[in-house]
Structure formats: structure tokens, C-alpha cells
């Protein structure tokens, strides 16, 4: 194998200088900058249920923290705080969000219309930031199905019970009514065969 042109090393020693260079200041820097951790991604929920979107960072001083919602009816800013601070709430979510210093955020009874992607975004005082998804989905429970159901089974269970009430009383009547005809036509036969008896 014949040794590369001494121009060619040059290049490619400096390449390798500069991949190492940035390389290491990639690792500086991720760790003095912002990590993020979610310990649950996908949440289900039902309508009327507190959800808590839970996460956890780290960073070197006070970090802006910032969540925003997105889903098919559009992208909105939740809230954003600094941990010790008062939080700025939207309008859309006033009195439905509770957050906390480690940067979780609590939703009051949500809704159907609340599933979606939550972003939460942590920054850096220096500008070094992290961002991580959840996915929030929220259904219907079907009670007023689950009530017609119910209601519908009972009403059915009740007209059984009267229908078999109906027939047990018809049967009865049948049987007295039958028992009497019997009761007659023996008697009928009877006097027939004592006129023939007084006839002969």
C-alpha cells in the first residue's frame, strides 16, 4: 500500500483535530446544559379526571420552564414560570393548572378536547434548552349508554314479569273455566241417563 501524499495527511489530521474539538465541546456542553426526564410518555385518561404531566430536570442555576399543547384544534401556550415565581397561565387553562418546581404540571378535569401533545420546554439561563413530549388522551366514559342499557333492560325484565303474571293468571282462569264445563257436561250426562233410566 503506497503512504498518502503528505498534503492529504495534513487534511485528514485536521479533520480528525476539528471531529474531536467538537466533539468534546458537545460533551462539555451537554453537561452544563439542561437534561430532562419523563418518566410516563402516553397518558390515558377519562373526561373529569386531575392528570398530572410529570417530569423531572436538571440544570445549573434557575431555568425558564415552558409547556405548550398542541392537537388538531390548533397550538397554545399553557404556562410558563421560573421555579419560586409566580407562573403565567393562559386564558384557556385559568384555574385548571396547578404546576410545580420540578416542572410537572397538574390539569384539572380534563376533557375530550384536552388529548393531545404537551411540550414542555426547559431553558437555560445561558440559553441551553431541553424539550419533551407527552401524549395525553382522554375519552368518554359512556355512562348515559351504559344508563339506557340499564334502563332499558329493567323496563324489558318488567314487562316480562307482567306478561308471565298475565299468562299464569289466563292459565288458571282456563283451567276453573274448563273444570266447570267438565263439571257441567258430567252433570248434563248424568240427567240424561236418569231420564232414560225414568223413561224405561
Known sequence: MRPLPSGRRKTRGISLG??????????????????????????????????????????????????TYSSNWGTQKIVEWKPGTQ?????????????????????????VRDSGYYVITVTERLGSSQ??????????????????????????????????SLMWVCNKCAYKFQRKRRHKLKESTTEEIELEDVEC
Do not use: M
Open 87 to 111: 407562573a403565567n397561565i393562559s386564558q384557556s387553562h385559568k384555574d385548571r393548572v396547578c404546576t410545580f418546581d420540578n416542572g410537572s404540571i397538574q390539569l384539572f378535569s380534563v376533557g
Open 18 to 67: 476539528l471531529f474531536a474539538l467538537c466533539l468534546a465541546a458537545a460533551c462539555c456542553l451537554q453537561s452544563q446544559g439542561v437534561s430532562l426526564y419523563i418518566p410516563q410518555a402516553t397518558i390515558n385518561a377519562t373526561v373529569k379526571e386531575d392528570i398530572l404531566l410529570s417530569v423531572e430536570y436538571s440544570c445549573h442555576g434557575v431555568p425558564t420552564i415552558e409547556w
Open 131 to 164: 424539550f419533551g413530549t407527552i401524549v395525553l388522551h382522554v375519552s368518554e366514559i359512556l355512562y348515559e349508554d351504559l344508563h339506557f342499557v340499564a334502563v332499558l333492560l329493567a323496563f324489558l325484565a318488567a314487562v316480562a314479569a307482567v306478561l308471565i
